[in-house]
């Protein structure tokens, strides 16, 4: 029986890692709140980048208790209540000290190119087709192409074609039988050129607690494309849930299936 294209295409879902954060380093702040004579103070933040934010933010003020600034009579008490009020007052620079890091894979590079648009505050490293030769093809496939058959078999059928076209270019050239890893990548970075632009890679992105909010507000907004709404609903969950102090503003709206966050302090 001939296998129809549609029926071996590898349809992926986009999916968010917590790889990484920022972590205090509690020998030192203890040095430094006995050398401002607040050796007492302890934050109840539940997480380290959470309790960085504050320890920063009151620097600022020489605000961890009353006295150390002669202009200070009463300091503010509690994580939450402290970065609620630098979120209120849009004292965001105080939120670009810690930050977190994911990966994003079984993205498309329509994802990937739309991500990259946002570099203030983040870093990058993508999955290099250079290096990386392509035997199948990872595809997501919006919801305006899954809800019509006839859409999907064009679509699947395509990215089929694309993935024998792969195969076929690399049996011409021969390249599993060249010992230079130089030629391999000069021939990989020619079969590349017939990727499908919808092509599921993966991504390693970095972004401090001030990009993450801009992000989160601009790429879970209705207007903004599917694929990466999907993504930063994702990162969105992590998010509240990992910081729930820094995020503890947001609400969030579903809206096509997608949730919406968003918040009253923008621009933060």
Not at 93 to 105: D, T
Not at 133 to 150: A, N, Q, S, Y
Not at 214 to 223: F, G, N, Q, S, V
Request: with cysteine; aromatic share 8%.
């Amino acid at each position: 029986m001939k296998v129809k294209k549609e029926d071996r295409v590898k349809i992926v879902e986009p999916r968010v890692f917590l790889l990484g954060e920022t972590t205090l380093n509690h020998e030192g702040l203890e040095a430094y709140l006995k050398y401002v004579g607040a050796p007492e103070w302890k934050s109840d933040a539940p997480s380290d980048a959470e309790e960085l934010t504050e320890v920063m933010g009151r620097i600022c003020y020489r605000s961890f208790a009353p006295g150390l600034n002669p202009n200070v009579t009463k300091v503010r008490e509690g994580n939450s209540d402290y970065i609620q009020n630098i979120v209120n007052v849009k004292h965001g620079s105080v939120l670009e000290h810690a930050n977190v890091n994911f990966v994003f894979a079984g993205v498309s590079r329509v994802f990937t190119h739309e991500l990259v648009r946002h570099r203030a505050g983040t870093a990058m490293s993508q999955e290099s087709l250079r290096y990386v030769r392509l035997t199948e093809l990872g595809f997501w496939v919006p919801t305006v192409i899954r809800e019509t058959p006839e859409a999907m078999t064009i679509m699947t059928n395509v990215v089929g074609l694309l993935e024998d076209v792969q195969k076929n270019l690399a049996e011409v050239a021969n390249i599993a039988e060249k010992k230079s890893f130089t030629e391999k990548k000069k021939l990989t970075s020619a079969f590349r050129r017939v990727a499908p632009l919808g092509l599921a890679t993966s991504i390693g992105w970095s972004a401090n607690l001030r990009a993450l909010r801009h992000c989160l507000e601009m790429r879970t907004a209705p207007e903004a494309e599917e694929e990466i709404r999907l993504v930063f609903g994702k990162v969105g969950e992590i998010a509240k849930k990992r910081y729930p102090n820094v995020f503890a503003d947001y609400e969030i709206e579903v809206v096509d299936g997608h949730p919406w966050y968003k918040t009253a302090n923008r621009k933060v």
